[in-house]
């Protein structure tokens, strides 16, 4: 039994923390806010001198072939730094699409440019509905004499602004999970366009995603057959979430912690006030042990354990809430500055609610617990 | 990271949940049906604790010449402790021998108090108590006004000590008692080990809410210790008890308790009902029940971690200090649903017509709410945590 990290995971996250803080310091962050696509290709460039985008990708697609544990590792680190950009949706999601659901010539085709970054690709699921279930899937795609087109709406598409690809989970028959297909959506194919919706968090960009007969390049996977991937990566995402959620929740509570150290009000470093200790230690007796949480639904992820799904649910349900929680209290113990456009604080209490209510807020996963555990 | 069992992990777990499904005492109603303190209850506790120890799975950690099994594998002594609450195994009546002032002996203990005290910690012969709280002195320990003057070869000892668990029967005390009045206060403490049957010690027992007798009051009047039954240096008892105190809070908690304990509240969810409607059924308690699976499942994992840690021989970090605080408000918090569910039935008691599960839920509401405040409050774990892990000033 060993739940603990190797020595190269530790390294990893470290070399992943230092070349965060040095590469994407919050005033870096701030300069992505007004950026017009909130991207910054020059950092994607450097994460994947690293290897970063392909940590995932076999290396015969010219990737590290490393697994979700791995990845979470990352993304921890990523949510410390609030790093803007679509590398979750790109690297994880639109990456593990492709590896689980692609045939050997669109791996061949995508996999060692989204490995090196040379392409960017992301998942389009919601639509205006925002059901998570099969149900919530109604983008129809229509056999033609060349192929299938597709004509509807994605919502809360990530990034879609700077993708090369779509991975668009469309209704191929039916009404149910049978009839859910994968596709692969070319970004500048014909008939798509795209709309920005304006949100809070301005280090995650969404957009609405409109299809007018669009060509679908190809199926991951067998046509009326995507719900099982799709699923997949809906857990996948709750444990990528979780990771970046963990990562926020830490540096929230690191930065509240200093900056009390610092202030002095009544004569003394408000450190030193009671009130602002147990709220401290309340965020820790929260942040720790989740951080085992994460660990565990993407080693049971990785492993394929029976409880994955379960895990991921789990992970996703708690750090939804320790995560909001965590940047409330940390802004509060900043006071007023806290509350400031020119303090960072809200950059992760942002970043949190979004975390929050992505693939499935806290009540949606419980529910889904309750239901594994046969009530 | 791999959280399968080594092949030999997995045989000596199966070894013992064979010996224990063999070795269990089943329940004896004529016996449960006396107080818990009862002689002849306590003397099916003693027998029990041995029996386990000859079959070589108590404190598998100590050495072999102070009768332990000499065992350094965490891991076998965690699948122990693991396999024990799996089987309804009777909790150790020796526990805080075993757990407090062992490890304290182990550590800092002189070779003769390791060779008189240990063998007879191991197998229940003598039963230790912690007598470290005073009316005066609960959070804050230090103030301690128990008052020990050397005299020759032997302290006397006068004051008083409160809460003292298991009092009633127990042999021996190990004690904190003030030695030098006139030094700081953290440095005129000593720690020393007090016979229970010596001249001048009254013990009173107090009832908790429960109604049952655990804990008691303890009375010295001019009780003769003599200076050998001091452990550590005179006035060094403060360090020699941070010993015990860190490893009362910081015990490497297998949370296999809580998870039965969480099990235990789906099954009772699921078979009871409550303004027509199946308990289960009820979308806020199922939000509820869920809500605490998520926490139970964050310290069944955190645990783990710390036995891994502690298995590669590292150094517990700030995670460690927060087991207390965490563990004990958990368990509380499952029991509280728990009455929540039962609804009118929670309040019944064990005797009652119509009680649910014995009436173990209203008992273990109060019992758990005796573990957040026993064993440094949950305010002082917090202090803990914040000053010692976060490095935050101490209040003024
Ligand atoms: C939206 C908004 C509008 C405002 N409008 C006005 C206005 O119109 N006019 C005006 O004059 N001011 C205004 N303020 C300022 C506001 O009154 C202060 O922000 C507030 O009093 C806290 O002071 P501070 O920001 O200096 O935080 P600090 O006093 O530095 O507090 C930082 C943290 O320390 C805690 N703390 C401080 N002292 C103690 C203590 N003794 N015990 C325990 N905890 C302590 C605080 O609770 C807080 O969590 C406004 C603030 C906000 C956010
Ligand atoms: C079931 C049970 C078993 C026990 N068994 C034993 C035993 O075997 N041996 C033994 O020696 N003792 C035992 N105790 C005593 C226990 O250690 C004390 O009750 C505990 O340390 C609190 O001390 P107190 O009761 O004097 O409360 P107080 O210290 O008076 O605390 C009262 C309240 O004030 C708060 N408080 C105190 N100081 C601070 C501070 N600095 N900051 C913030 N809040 C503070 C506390 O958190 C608490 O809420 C037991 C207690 C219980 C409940």
């Known amino acids: 039994m060993d739940f603990g990290l190797s020595e190269e995971q530790d390294l ?92 050997s010539a669109q791996k061949k085709t995508w996999l060692p440019r989204l490995a090196s970054g040379d392409a960017i690709g992301t998942l389009a699921f919601l639509e205006a509905s925002d059901r998570l279930d099969a149900a919530g899937i109604t983008l129809k795609a229509r056999k033609k004499r060349d192929g299938y087109t597709l004509s509807g709406t994605k919502m809360f598409v990530p990034f879609a602004a700077v993708a090369d690809i779509l991975v668009v989970a469309v209704r191929t028959s039916g009404k149910s999970e049978k009839g859910v297909s994968l596709v692969l959506v070319e970004r500048d194919a014909p008939g798509l366009t795209i ?48 990771a970046d959620s963990l990562g926020g929740a830490q540096q929230a509570l690191d930065m509240a912690v200093e900056y009390t150290k610092v202030r002095e009000q009544f004569n003394r470093p408000i450190a030193s006030f009671q009130a602002l200790k147990h709220m401290a230690a309340e965020m820790v007796s929260e942040v720790e042990p989740a951080r ?41 113990m900043h006071g007023g500055i806290g509350f400031t456009w020119e303090h960072d604080m809200h950059f992760w209490f942002k970043r949190a609610k979004w975390n929050e209510f992505a693939f499935g807020a806290a009540a949606y996963h419980r529910e889904r617990v309750a239901r594994f555990d046969g009530y | 990271m791999d959280l399968a069992y080594s092949k030999e992990d997995e045989a000596f777990r199966k070894t013992v949940r064979t010996w ?50 000499g065992d350094s594998d965490i891991m076998r002594q965690t699948i122990v402790n693991e396999e024990l609450v799996l089987a309804r195994a009777p909790g150790l009546i020796g526990a805080s021998g075993l757990t407090m002032l062992g490890p304290t002996l182990l550590q800092v203990g002189s070779e003769e108090q390791k060779q008189r005290y240990l063998p007879k910690v191991l197998t229940a012969e003598e039963i230790w108590c912690q007598g470290y709280s005073e009316p005066g002195s609960g959070s804050d320990l230090a103030s301690l006004r128990t008052r020990a003057e050397l005299v020759g070869d032997a302290f006397i000892v006068n004051g008083q000590k409160v809460w003292t668990s298991g009092a009633q029967f127990s042999d021996r005390m190990f004690c904190l008692v003030r030695t030098d009045p006139d030094a700081p206060k953290h440095r005129g403490i000593s720690y020393i080990l007090i ?23 303890v009375f010295f009047e001019d009780v003769r210790v003599p200076r050998e039954n001091l452990v550590g240096e005179l006035n060094q008892g403060w360090l020699v008890a941070n010993a015990t105190l860190f490893h009362e809070r910081n015990m490497l908690g297998s949370t296999t308790r809580t998870q039965l304990m969480m099990q235990n509240l789906i099954r009772l969810a699921r078979s009871h009902s409550r303004y027509g409607q199946p308990v289960a059924e009820d979308p806020s308690i199922r939000q509820q029940l869920a809500d605490l699976t998520t926490r139970v499942e ?40 728990a009455l929540e569910i039962m609804n009118s039935y929670a309040p019944l008691n064990r005797r009652a017509s119509h009680v649910i599960d014995n009436g173990i839920w209203p008992y273990e509401f109060m019992f758990t709410l005796g573990l957040i405040i026993g064993g440094g409050t949950s305010q002082i774990q917090k202090n803990i945590i914040s000053e010692r892990g976060l490095g935050m000033p101490k209040s003024r």
């Not at chain 2, 016979?195 to 009051?217: H, I, S, Y």
């Open chain 1, 12 to 103: 990893l996250q470290q070399s992943a923390r230092e070349f965060l803080t040095q590469e994407c310091p919050p005033q870096f962050v701030r300069a992505l806010l007004d950026d017009e696509h909130g991207f910054s290709p020059e950092l994607h460039r450097k994460m994947a001198e690293l290897g970063w985008p392909g940590l995932l990708v076999p290396e015969k697609f010219g990737g590290l072939g490393l697994g979700l544990l791995d990845m979470a590792l990352l993304l921890e680190e990523m949510g410390r730094a609030v790093v803007p950009g679509p590398f979750l949706f790109s690297s994880a999601l639109a990456t593990f699409a492709l590896m689980r659901g692609g045939s």
């Open chain 1, 195 to 242: 709309r920005p919706l304006d949100m809070f968090d301005r280090t995650r960009r969404v957009y609405e995603v409109r299809f007018k007969q669009v060509p679908v390049s190809g199926f991951l996977g067998k046509a009326g057959k995507g719900w099982k991937l799709l699923a997949q990566l809906q857990d996948l995402a709750c444990v990528a979430l979780s």
């Open chain 1, 292 to 332: 085992s949480l994460v660990w565990y639904a993407a080693y049971a992820f990785d492993t394929r354990a029976k409880d994955a799904s379960r895990a991921a649910s789990i992970a996703k349900a708690r750090l939804s809430a320790v995560y909001t929680r965590t940047t409330n209290k940390a802004v509060q």
């Open chain 2, 20 to 69: 224990l499904k063999a070795n269990v005492p089943k329940k004896d109603k004529t016996l449960s049906d006396l107080p818990p303190n009862d002689p002849r209850r306590i003397q099916r506790a003693k027998d029990w604790q041995r029996r386990l120890y000859e079959a070589g799975y108590v404190a598998l950690g100590w050495p072999k010449a102070y009768g332990g099994q």
């Open chain 2, 195 to 217: 016979d229970m049957k010596t001249p001048g010690v009254t013990v009173r027992p107090l009832v908790q809410m429960t109604g049952d007798a655990g804990f008691n009051e």
């Open chain 2, 298 to 337: 964050a310290m069944k994992y955190h645990s783990l971690r710390q036995l891994t840690a502690a298995t590669k021989g590292r150094k517990p970090g700030i995670g460690a200090m927060v087991n207390k605080l965490v563990g004990t408000e958990l368990n509380h918090d499952i029991c509280a649903l």
